[in-house]
């Protein structure tokens, strides 16, 4: 037995119970896919009622998908009996999908507020599950649970501001789980089951059909033919899958598995290989449509359309790739000292192999998500809707083209059609599981900070910290995110802090636009401060370096980022009014986050003092542009911000000795 869930036992290796759990784990997943799918058209049952069905089915694809990946729940209780809890777990999840379904307007209507024992029961049981669920992945959250479900009730022996009457047991179990407005089948679990399930399948069928795959061999092929320049792979793959990975962790394994050892192979040193696409991955946090999922959340907090969220993230993702972009060529520069611009031949010869098919599948998804943007923008469709019609497109043309271009009779195109098809439905499944059990877990601990009246002391003493200076309210806001991000996901990190902050933030003026944002970019932060980061782990698990080292390097190459975190603040129409004056304050902040990218990462002298002191004075230009306060003077300050960035560029790459062949 193993530490990672790896059973080790020579009579069930790990391939023999993936055959036999495959055909399980893919039912599971097609009726989740079939129910979906059937919501998505028709709209029957709404919401709430998909919600109590699919948040037990996500259930068993989570259990299904640890013997999927030849591994076990609990490592150290043999398989047997690993494989009989796995089925409790599912008989529990299959009883409660039948009860809460053929209950559910008795629950809502009949005994709302006075439930029987039978619905105590239901209740208990999945809230343990989901309990169950979050002590194996999130620790620090179970633990926030369990202190949250002990406040709740013996809140009477905390002092002062922290003490309460207390609440029954009960009351923490309804409140958490059958109550379906709230907790575990709350507001959270139906967004993710209504909304953003459909985005996922888009994903599935991009990764089934090898999508994803293409566009990572396209632009690593048009864009890796100078050594110096082969960092920046990393940066614009990412960006590209950021359009549909929705996570860092996972574009860094999509792009990452291409990238870094190309980078390697190039002669850039493992540390540097895993730090370029990690703090390039972190994009894929950023980028609409998915957004970490944060952005459909933000729309159900501010009671807006998707796309209106969209229509202002894709302007802080675009600063922020240009911000990567620039940090990594200065960056690589650094290492570049007297080497030559060119790569290797047999580098040259790797970067080379994309195919025809590979450009078609990169055409055709960037048209899909235009055509997405088109559908929500101009013909107001529903997120869901919309996502489901680019799906399905997808997936058509997909199927033409793999059926068309794969060479063979047609017995071996239908195989290889099948071998993507389910793909696809594997990688949904494998996707959309811990997103939805995550966001179950998040409504039933935010149910806890209601019931237990935390969060409105919280946000009574946030509103009186407000009242003394604005500044002192974001920067408790700022320490919140960091804490709550030190262990927790960036999803997670972002809904618990808004929940808190967003309303004193609002009550003293700032408006709810820029307040979202700026805790959503705390949760990004998060995602690779110290001292954890998932996506530095998996980019330095591929390059082979030390994940520490890594999670520092990324963190430095990602610091101009911050400094657009708080700029939102001086420069709210970026987020606040679409259009031209989006445009307008996007191309300040670009320039004055590009300027800071330039004097923390550049060289401008030789020698190490004047560097500096130059360099300082070109940190205090960027500071100037991003937050004097908006006018004539700030579009002035740009013309010499452009000129020291062209300067820096060519400096750092002279003093770096870079030598064309």
Not at 457 to 481: C, N
Not at 561 to 568: D, H, R, V, Y
Request: aromatic share 14%; charged share 10%.
């Amino acid at each position: 037995m193993t530490d990672n869930n790896t059973f080790v036992d020579k009579r069930y290796p790990a391939s023999k119970i993936r055959r036999f759990v495959t055909p399980f784990y893919l039912v599971a997943t097609g009726v989740y896919l079939a129910i979906s799918l059937h919501y998505f058209t028709t709209g029957i049952g709404g919401a709430m009622l998909l919600a109590v069905t699919l948040v037990p089915m996500a259930y068993i694809m989570w259990v299904l998908n640890f013997f999927f990946n030849g591994q076990v729940l609990y490592p150290r209780l043999g398989l047997k009996l690993n494989i009989a809890i796995a089925v409790i777990y599912v008989a529990m999840c299959v009883v409660s999908i039948i009860y809460m379904r053929v209950e559910f307007n008795a629950l809502i209507y009949d005994r709302a507020g006075f439930f029987n024992t039978a619905d105590k029961v239901i209740g208990a049981m999945m809230l343990g599950l989901i309990i169950e669920y979050t002590r194996r992945e999130h620790d620090i959250l179970f633990y926030l649970i369990l202190f949250l479900m002990f406040y709740s009730v013996y809140g009477s022996i905390f002092p002062g501001i922290l003490g309460h009457p207390g609440v029954s047991w009960t009351r923490v179990i309804t409140s958490s789980s059958i109550e379906i407005t709230l907790g575990l089948f709350g507001t959270y679990s139906q967004t993710g089951v209504g909304v953003i399930a459909a985005f996922f399948m888009f994903l599935g069928i991009a990764q089934g059909f090898g999508v994803q795959e293409s566009i990572v061999k396209t632009f690593t092929g048009l864009f890796a033919k100078r050594k110096t320049l082969i960092p920046q792979t990393a940066v614009v793959t990412s960006m590209a899958i950021a359009t549909c990975s929705g996570s860092g962790a996972a574009n860094a394994a999509i792009t990452g598995q291409y990238t870094i050892p190309l980078m390697k192979r190039a002669g850039f040193p493992a540390l540097h290989a895993g730090a370029v696409e990690a703090s390039a991955s972190l994009g894929g946090l950023l980028m609409p449509p998915v957004m970490a999922i944060a952005g459909f959340l933000m729309a159900d907090f501010l009671g807006v359309t998707y796309f209106e969220v969209i229509a202002r993230g894709y302007a802080p993702a675009l600063i922020f790739f240009g911000i990567i972009s620039m940090s990594v060529f200065l960056f690589t520069t650094r290492f570049m000292r007297g080497k030559k611009s060119s790569p290797e031949p047999e580098v040259a010869s790797a970067i080379e192999g994309f195919s025809r098919t590979d450009v078609i599948n990169t055409l055709i998804f960037f048209s899909f998500i235009g055509v997405l943007i088109y559908l929500m923008g101009v013909l107001w469709f529903d997120a869901s809707k919309a996502a489901l019609y680019i799906a399905l497109g997808l997936f058509v043309t997909s199927s033409i083209i793999r059926t068309v271009l794969h060479p063979g009779n047609v017995g071996e195109k239908v195989k290889e059609w099948a071998r993507c098809f389910r793909g696809a439905i594997e990688s949904f499944g494998s996707v959309t599981a811990p997103l939805i059990l995550l966001l179950a877990m998040l409504g039933v601990m935010i149910n806890l900070f209601v019931v237990s009246g935390w969060m409105i002391k919280l946000m009574g003493l946030l509103a009186s910290i407000g009242e003394y200076h604005v500044i002192a309210l974001i920067a408790v806001g700022f320490l919140i995110g960091v804490f709550l991000g030190l262990g927790i996901p960036p999803s997670a990190c972002y809904i618990l802090s808004a929940v808190v902050v967003i309303p004193p933030m609002t009550r003293v003026g700032i408006n709810p636009w820029v307040a979202h944002f700026f805790l959503f970019f705390i949760a990004v932060i998060s995602e690779y401060s110290p001292p954890t980061s998932l996506v530095a782990a998996v980019a330095s698990r591929i390059s082979g370096a030390s994940f520490m080292a890594t999670m520092m390097k990324t963190l430095q190459i990602s610091l101009p980022f911050f400094f657009l975190t708080f700029a939102i603040f001086n420069w709210d129409t970026l987020l606040v009014d679409p259009g031209l004056n989006q445009v307008i304050a996007l191309i300040v902040l670009l320039i004055g986050c590009l300027t800071a990218a330039a004097a923390i990462h550049g060289n401008i002298f030789e020698q190490k003092v004047p560097d500096l002191v130059a360099r300082f004075f070109v940190l205090l230009l960027a500071l100037f542009i991003l937050f004097f306060p908006k006018g004539i003077v700030s579009g002035i300050a740009l013309i010499p911000a452009i000129f020291l960035i062209i300067v820096v560029v060519k400096r750092s790459e002279k003093l770096a000795g870079v030598k064309p062949e």
